[in-house]
C-alpha cells in the first residue's frame, strides 16, 4: 500500500510540473508563435475575453470596393495604384477583383511605377498601404478561397478562410491549437497582418504584442532594403490618435483583459477609411476554445468589420487601444517654388535642407531672385506634426538692394504628395507686393512619367508683378 501511495503522489507531481510548462508556453495575444509550423496543441492558451470574442463575431461584415478606401494622401486607392503602382498591379492580379482587372488592362500607368527609382517618400508610403490594403481585400472576399480544399483532406470552406490559432500561412492546411482538431486554411490576427505586410515588401513576424511595438517596425523597414529608407514609424497612444484621426493603413493594436485576468495586447489590425470617413478593421477573429465549424462560419477569420469606438459604443470589452503609423521623412533636400498668383513662371527658386526628422520646428533658408532680376534672400520657421503630415511655416524675405523693404508670408500644407502642387500663401507683413503661392518638391522624387518627362515644368514668361515690389500696373 505505501509503494502505491508513492507512486501515486509521484504520478500527480508529473502532472502537475507538465501543466505549469503547458501554462508557461501560453503566450497572451491572438497566436501562440508564429516561428514554426507546427502549431500548439493545447487547451489552455488565452487570447481576449469571450466578451471580446464575442462582440467581434457579431460584428457585421462591410461592403466596400478598393477605389472606395481613401488612402492617407486622400486618394482612391485603386486610381492611385493605377497611376503609381501599375507595374505590380499587373505581377498580382491574382489579388484583383474582376471589376478592377478590367480597369487594370484598359489603363497605363502615369509615373514610373513601383517603390524605385523616381518615387519620393510619400508615394512610397501610400504604395505600401495600397499594397496590404489589397491583399487584405483579396483575404477577406470568401469566394477566393472555395476552391483551396478541392480534392484535398479538409471542410469545405465555402464561407471563407478559417481562424486558426497560431497560422501564418492560410495557403497551408494547419491544425489549431485548442479544441479544433481538423486541419484548416485560415490565420490568426497577427498572421493576416504578416501576411499583409509581406504583400508590401515589410517582413514582420510576432504575436500581437510583438507587432505592437515601434522598434520592430522600424528594423523591418532597415531590412526592406534602400527604397524604404525615407520612411519611419511613429507610434501613438488613444489620447494622442482619437480614432477621428486613424488612417487607412494604421496599424491598430487593442488591450484587454483575459478570463483568465491577465492584461495587454489581445488583438490586432489594420485600419481602412472610405470617402465619407467610416472607419473600419481589417483583421481577424476567433476562438481557440471552440468547435471546428464555428471558426470557418462566415463570422470569423480574416473579416472586414466597422469601427465606430472600440472602446465604449461597440462593447467590444477592449480598454484601451494604440495606433502604428508609417510615414514619410521630410529631412532633406527640397526645392520650393514662389510665384505671383496670376504668373505662369516662378519668382523665387529655392534650394531647401530640411532638417526635421521625427518632427517639431525646424528653419530652412534659400536665396534667389525676383521677376526683375533683383536678389532675394528668404528664412522658413515652422513647424511640421508629423501625425498629421502638416508643414506649416512663415516665410521672411529680405531684399538685398532694398535693405529697408520687408515681407513675410505664411503657409500650412499637408505633404500628401511629394511635389505639393502651388497653394496660396497668406501675407502677415504685407509691402505691397504680390499674393504669392508655394510649391514644395522633395528632391527624391522627380515624377516622371512614363515618356521620362518631368511632370510639371514652369514655363518663363514676361511677369507686370514682383514678390519684392509693388505689383506694376
Known amino acids: 500500500m505505501f509503494f502505491a501511495d508513492v507512486k501515486i503522489k509521484a504520478m500527480k507531481k508529473i502532472i502537475f510540473f507538465a501543466v505549469l510548462i503547458i501554462i508557461a508556453a501560453s503566450y497572451p495575444g491572438c497566436k501562440k508563435n508564429h516561428k514554426s509550423e507546427a502549431l500548439p496543441s493545447v487547451d489552455t492558451l488565452y487570447e481576449a475575453s469571450l466578451v471580446v470574442q464575442s462582440a467581434l463575431e457579431n460584428e457585421p461584415d462591410i461592403n466596400v470596393g478598393l477605389n472606395d478606401v481613401v488612402l492617407p494622401n486622400t486618394s482612391h486607392?485603386?486610381?492611385?495604384?493605377?497611376?503609381?503602382?501599375?507595374?505590380?498591379?499587373?505581377?498580382?492580379?491574382?489579388?484583383?477583383?474582376?471589376?478592377?482587372?478590367?480597369?487594370?488592362?484598359?489603363?497605363?500607368?502615369?509615373?514610373?511605377?513601383?517603390?524605385?527609382?523616381?518615387?519620393?517618400?510619400?508615394?512610397?508610403?501610400?504604395?505600401?498601404?495600397?499594397?496590404?490594403?489589397?491583399?487584405?481585400?483579396?483575404?477577406?472576399?470568401?469566394?477566393?478561397?472555395?476552391?483551396?480544399?478541392?480534392?484535398?483532406?479538409?471542410?469545405?470552406?465555402?464561407?471563407?478562410?478559417?481562424?486558426?490559432?497560431?497560422?501564418?500561412?492560410?495557403?497551408?492546411?494547419?491544425?489549431?491549437?485548442?479544441?479544433?482538431?481538423e486541419l484548416l486554411y485560415g490565420l490568426d490576427c497577427s498572421g493576416m497582418l504578416m501576411y499583409l505586410m509581406a504583400e508590401a515588401g515589410i517582413n514582420v513576424s510576432g504575436n500581437a504584442a510583438d507587432l505592437s511595438k515601434k522598434n520592430l517596425w522600424e528594423d523591418a523597414l532597415v531590412k526592406a532594403g534602400a527604397a524604404y529608407s525615407n520612411l519611419q514609424v511613429q507610434s501613438f497612444s488613444s489620447s494622442q490618435m482619437p480614432l477621428s484621426q486613424i488612417q487607412t493603413g494604421d496599424i491598430i493594436y487593442f488591450y484587454g483583459t483575459a478570463d483568465d485576468g491577465t492584461y495587454g495586447v489581445k488583438h490586432i489590425g489594420m485600419a481602412l477609411n472610405d470617402p465619407s470617413g467610416n472607419l473600419m478593421l481589417y483583421q481577424s477573429n476567433g476562438r481557440s476554445s471552440k468547435s471546428c465549424e464555428l471558426n470557418y462560419d462566415g463570422r470569423h477569420g480574416p473579416r472586414r468589420i466597422g469601427v465606430t469606438d472600440p472602446i465604449t459604443q461597440k462593447g467590444w470589452g477592449f480598454?484601451?487601444?494604440?495606433?502604428?503609423?508609417?510615414?514619410?521623412?521630410?529631412?532633406?533636400?527640397?526645392?520650393?517654388?514662389?510665384?505671383?498668383?496670376?504668373?505662369?513662371?516662378?519668382?523665387?527658386?529655392?534650394?531647401?535642407?530640411?532638417?526635421?526628422?521625427?518632427?517639431?520646428?525646424?528653419?530652412?533658408?534659400?536665396?534667389?531672385?525676383?521677376?526683375?532680376?533683383?536678389?532675394?534672400?528668404?528664412?522658413?520657421?515652422?513647424?511640421?506634426?508629423?501625425?498629421?503630415?502638416?508643414?506649416?511655416?512663415?516665410?521672411?524675405?529680405?531684399?538685398?538692394?532694398?535693405?529697408?523693404?520687408?515681407?513675410?508670408?505664411?503657409?500650412?500644407?499637408?505633404?500628401?504628395?511629394?511635389?505639393?502642387?502651388?497653394?496660396?500663401?497668406?501675407?502677415?507683413?504685407?509691402?505691397?507686393?504680390?499674393?504669392?503661392?508655394?510649391?514644395?518638391?522633395?528632391?527624391?522624387?522627380?515624377?516622371?512619367?512614363?515618356?521620362?518627362?518631368?511632370?510639371?515644368?514652369?514655363?518663363?514668361?514676361?511677369?507686370?508683378?514682383?514678390?519684392?515690389?509693388?505689383?506694376?500696373?
Open 77 to 181: 486607392l485603386f486610381e492611385f495604384e493605377l497611376a503609381y503602382d501599375h507595374d505590380w498591379l499587373v505581377s498580382n492580379k491574382f489579388l484583383l477583383p474582376a471589376a478592377d482587372l478590367s480597369l487594370l488592362d484598359s489603363k497605363k500607368a502615369v509615373f514610373a511605377t513601383g517603390t524605385g527609382s523616381g518615387q519620393g517618400p510619400q508615394a512610397i508610403k501610400n504604395i505600401i498601404i495600397a499594397r496590404a490594403q489589397i491583399a487584405a481585400y483579396y483575404l477577406t472576399t470568401a469566394s477566393n478561397f472555395a476552391s483551396l480544399v478541392k480534392n484535398k483532406p479538409a471542410p469545405e470552406q465555402t464561407k471563407g478562410l478559417a481562424y486558426v490559432y497560431g497560422s501564418h500561412d492560410f495557403t497551408k492546411l494547419n491544425r489549431s491549437a485548442g479544441a479544433c482538431p
Open 319 to 473: 480598454s484601451d487601444y494604440g495606433v502604428i503609423r508609417l510615414v514619410a521623412k521630410i529631412a532633406g533636400k527640397w526645392n520650393a517654388y514662389i510665384r505671383c498668383q496670376n504668373a505662369s513662371s516662378d519668382a523665387i527658386t529655392l534650394n531647401l535642407n530640411f532638417p526635421v526628422i521625427e518632427g517639431g520646428a525646424y528653419q530652412a533658408t534659400g536665396s534667389g531672385s525676383d521677376y526683375d532680376g533683383s536678389p532675394i534672400n528668404v528664412v522658413i520657421n515652422g513647424n511640421y506634426d508629423v501625425a498629421a503630415n502638416d508643414l506649416n511655416g512663415t516665410i521672411f524675405y529680405s531684399f538685398p538692394n532694398d535693405p529697408q523693404q520687408k515681407r513675410s508670408d505664411s503657409f500650412d500644407i499637408v505633404l500628401n504628395y511629394d511635389d505639393t502642387g502651388y497653394t496660396p500663401l497668406t501675407k502677415i507683413n504685407d509691402n505691397g507686393g504680390c499674393s504669392a503661392q508655394l510649391r514644395l518638391v522633395n528632391q527624391q522624387t522627380a515624377q516622371v512619367n512614363q515618356t521620362g518627362q518631368v511632370k510639371v515644368q514652369s514655363l518663363p514668361v514676361k511677369c507686370n508683378c514682383g514678390i519684392g515690389h509693388p505689383t506694376v500696373q
